[in-house]
């Protein structure tokens, strides 16, 4: 028992600090190795974990999914100074709508974000770089003629402050649109009615008692507001308020720290679409109250609510109809079925769930609803965000997954035609490419510039941004006779290959040339500047003398600058160290006086 308590003192003696210093100090690093353990797995937890479970690998992805070739993997042109992206397409032999896609990538992969024009191979079409931000892209009808139209402003608390933005078929901007008020124009939605009005959509913070979700009784509140404007007149005709009909408690949004401040309302009901029919009614989508509503269009009173915490409708297909949740950009299809993209989740945290786009009928005298297609993407993908759905006049339906960089398009039985990626899927969680909406249409475009062109020693690089109907390149060489009055040759024709072509020169062209841009009908309908071809390739100065001063300086001058400055500095160091204080012997007075006496004499 003696030794026991012995042995146990001589341990508690060790834990204070008593005994066997290298034991002691064996114990001690173990803690602190325990320790350091222990918080490097709470933090890797806390921190590494969610990250890593953001990867989508799976097998089956393609090197380009992958990111074998990058985030975003992109192009560059010869001709052209800014870059488009290269697109993933399957499956192999995928039956493409021939028309044009329109989208606005956006993201820390993305180049030149703004919105672009892709052909049905993926290749680039028409690009802009915007400042600011770009969304809802898209080709809309106004008395007659087809528009692109597109919002463009800052991206602020989750909507926007800008305005919309119509540009005719030469990419000039016709009308710049905003709202009605001191209000300013959202991010989410901008439609052009078939009685050419447009309806918008805006964020409006207003003082509210936010007591009911636990803020503040002087509070602020985003309210969702929708406008009808006569564009010509600037007249309003129309405005519903969310705030009117949806309190505060109907949102699933949490309200965390924002109401307290005008800047920093409470988005309870995030509006992010509107559709207007034939009958006048208006379909409103809302994501953070899981609604759509539609609203009369004379009297703006709500006649029914589909989803959410106070919804009308039972649900004919198990919760599917009706338990969609954050979801985007509801549309009429026929008096009695809607189409919306359900986005499923909020957050990457939110259960595992894929999101979809829905065809659903609705029975609204009965207050019936059911799902009647639902289109998947084969890798199951949750987007977080944005995203929309589009159905063709062939049947086929085109959703654009939003903050993932792909649109699929499917047949009318829910089968994929067409997957394209813009980006590499493995990775679409982390939104490096993201993509608001994206949609399928016709286009004509006829650019007010002149083609752009780059020449290498054999060829020339020729690509117009822009232009829709070139079928082929014309190479044209000046005759050599008269410089006042040129004459050009036909040389030969190209077929266009892509958004940029190649066109080899001939013996014929051996200084001034040009090139035309020609239609299906074999007519010029754009032509570049006058080119003149070098035989030689010209010297450039800046590889000469350039060149060779900088090697001697880079090589030369710094080093030996470097040596110099070193050796002096350790020179000054010594110089330095041989006058640095010493201690001396003490001496007496007598000895101080005989050295004073002895001072004089010399040595």
């Known amino acids: 028992m003696f030794m026991r308590a012995s042995s146990a003192a001589t341990r508690l003696r060790l834990w204070l600090g008593r005994g066997d210093r290298h034991y002691k100090f064996n114990i001690r690093r173990c803690i602190f190795a325990l320790v350091a353990v222990i918080g490097a797995s709470v933090l890797f937890w806390i921190f590494v974990v969610p990250q890593l479970l953001r990867f989508r690998f799976r097998y089956g992805l393609s090197r380009y999914d992958m990111g074998w070739y990058g985030f975003g993997p992109s192009r560059n042109y010869i001709s052209f100074h800014e870059q488009s992206p290269v697109v993933e397409i399957t499956p192999a032999g995928a039956q493409c709508d021939q028309r044009y896609t329109f989208l606005a990538p956006r993201g820390d992969s993305v180049i030149h974000p703004g919105p672009m024009i892709l052909d049905a191979r993926g290749e680039l079409v028409w690009m802009k770089d915007n400042w600011g931000t770009t969304q809802d ?8 003629q087809d528009y692109v139209t597109y919002w463009q402003g800052d991206e ?8 919309w933005y119509m540009l005719d ?20 939605d ?3 009615t078939s009685n050419d009005t447009v309806i918008i959509t805006a964020y409006e913070p207003i003082p509210y008692d ?15 507001v929708i406008q009808e404007i006569d564009m010509e007149t600037g007249e309003l005709l129309f405005e519903w308020r969310s705030s009117s009909f949806y309190p505060p408690e109907s949102s699933f949004e949490p309200l965390g720290n924002k109401g307290h401040q005008r800047t920093l309302g409470y988005d309870y009901f995030h509006l992010n679409s509107v559709d207007k029919d034939e009958y006048g009614r208006y379909l409103v989508s809302a994501r953070h109250t899981h609604t759509i509503t539609c609203v009369d269009g004379t009297t703006a009173e709500v006649l029914w609510s589909l989803g959410g915490k106070d919804n009308q409708f039972f649900d004919e297909s198990n919760g599917i109809a009706t338990e969609f949740s954050w979801q985007h950009d509801a549309r009429w299809q026929s008096p009695n079925t809607i189409t919306l993209f359900n986005n499923a989740a909020n957050a990457g945290t939110d259960p595992s ?9 609705l029975d609204i005298s009965a207050k019936k609803a059911k799902v009647l297609r639902s289109y998947d993407h084969p890798q199951e993908l949750l987007v977080v965000s944005q995203g929309n759905m589009q ?15 792909a649109f699929t398009e499917f047949s009318p039985a829910g089968e994929v035609v067409c997957d394209v990626h813009f980006g590499a899927s493995a990775y679409f969680t982390f939104g490096r490419i993201v993509s608001y909406r994206s949609f399928k249409s016709d286009w004509v475009g006829m650019p007010n510039t002149l ?47 892509g958004f940029e072509t190649q066109i080899p020169f001939t013996s014929n062209v051996t200084s001034y040339f040009r090139v035309a841009a020609i239609d299906s009908k074999n007519e010029v309908i754009g032509m570049t500047e006058i080119q003149q071809r070098a035989n030689e390739p010209m010297k450039q100065g800046f590889t000469s003398w350039r060149v060779v001063f900088m090697l001697v300086f880079v090589f030369g001058l710094i080093p030996a600058s470097l040596y110099f400055a070193l050796k002096r500095y350790s020179r000054w160091k010594i110089f330095k160290r041989d006058r640095a204080y010493r201690r001396v012997a003490h001496k007496d007075e007598d000895d101080l006086e005989s050295t004073d006496e002895n001072s004089h004499l010399p040595i």
């Open 190 to 192: 901008f439609q052009i």
């Open 156 to 163: 602020e608390d989750g909507h926007g402050r800008g305005s």
């Open 451 to 497: 083609p752009d062109t780059a020449m290498t020693k054999d060829s020339v690089f020729v690509s117009w941004n822009g232009a829709t109907e070139v079928a082929a390149w014309r190479l044209e060489a000046w005759d050599g006779s008269d410089l006042k009055n040129m004459t050009f040759n036909h040389v030969h024709d190209v077929e266009r290959s």
């Open 169 to 188: 078929s030469s990419y000039t901007v016709r009308y710049v649109v905003s709202p009605y008020g001191a209000i300013e124009g959202d991010l989410h």
């Open 353 to 361: 769930v894929s999101s979809h786009g829905i065809l659903l009928e």
């Open 391 to 405: 159905v063709l006049d062939t049947g086929n339906v085109l959703v654009g997954w939003g903050h993932s960089a």
């Open 210 to 224: 936010l007591t009911s979700v636990g803020g503040p009784e002087l509070g602020w509140l985003y309210d969702g």
């Open 137 to 144: 892209f898209k080709v809309q009808r106004y008395k007659g």
